[in-house]
């Protein structure tokens, strides 16, 4: 179940709470079949938490150089082609080099218009996603989610 801040919840009896962290009253109850086991239980998900908040900062860090490398390298692709066209001109057939230029350029246009239509469709292309790309993802929740 998914709530209007779009975390997830888990029904438990008639209360909800956080995935992951029973009720008060079932963490009441552990505690009186063994001393200590709800601050183990919170403890278990608060260790959770710091891990899930580093595995973020890491994805995070992932798309940023990510970014960084496919603009470093698209400008290097750029540039590369008008070399290659220039150099071809100068020294070879022009119509040749107007051939690599053209088509070059082409190639470096369709690109640009393929990743400016999936950042409209608000994900980023499949050949340009990072490893762990599912918390880039909004969480699309099920009908029979909402009915609960």
């Known amino acids: 179940?998914?709530?209007?801040?779009?975390?997830?919840?888990?029904?438990?009896?008639?209360?909800?709470?956080?995935?992951g962290l029973p009720s008060p009253e079932t963490l009441e109850a552990?505690?009186?079949?063994?001393?200590?086991?709800?601050?183990?239980?919170?403890?278990?998900?608060?260790?959770?938490q710091i891990h899930r908040h580093e595995w973020e900062k890491r994805a995070l860090r992932v798309h940023h150089y990510?970014?960084?490398?496919?603009?470093?390298?698209?400008?290097?692709?750029g540039i590369s082609i008008f070399i290659s066209a220039s150099i071809i001109g100068m020294h070879g057939n022009p119509t040749t080099a107007a051939f690599v230029w053209v088509f070059g350029m082409a190639i470096v246009t369709m690109a640009a218009i393929v990743w400016w239509y999936a950042k409209s469709m608000g994900q980023r292309p499949l050949f340009a996603r990072p490893a762990m790309r599912t918390s880039f993802r909004p969480d699309k929740s099920h009908p029979a989610d909402k009915a609960e």
């Open 1 to 19: 179940m998914i709530d209007s801040r779009g975390q997830n919840f888990k029904k438990q009896g008639s209360r909800r709470s956080p995935e």
């Open 66 to 77: 990510s970014t960084l490398l496919g603009q470093l390298l698209g400008f290097l692709i």
């Open 30 to 48: 552990y505690d009186t079949v063994m001393q200590g086991s709800a601050e183990r239980i919170v403890g278990m998900f608060e260790r959770e």
